[in-house]
């Protein structure tokens, strides 16, 4: 069984939890339509280790993973605003 660590419970079955996308900045809110579609729509899909949200449907909790996406490997969990989201931060 996959597991992922939430930040509240600990280590629990990954069909618990929801994948919310990758993190990134919000265009201003006075932006274009088609600056809105861009970030709805469009994501980098590049390899690689990325910072994503995640939703622990048991709790109710967003909180941050970083994962490695070619190894399918998370490599740390935290709640927002609790560790750096720089990729390798702690």
Known sequence: MKLLTCPVNGPRPVSEFVYGGEVRPMPASDC?????????????GIPGIKIEWWYHTASGTWF?????????RVIRTWLPGEGS???GGA
Do not use: L
């Open 32 to 44: 274009s339509d088609p600056e809105w579609a861009r970030y709805v729509f469009h994501r980098s």
């Open 64 to 72: 941050h993973a970083e994962r490695d996406v070619v190894a399918d």
């Open 85 to 87: 989201m720089e990729v």
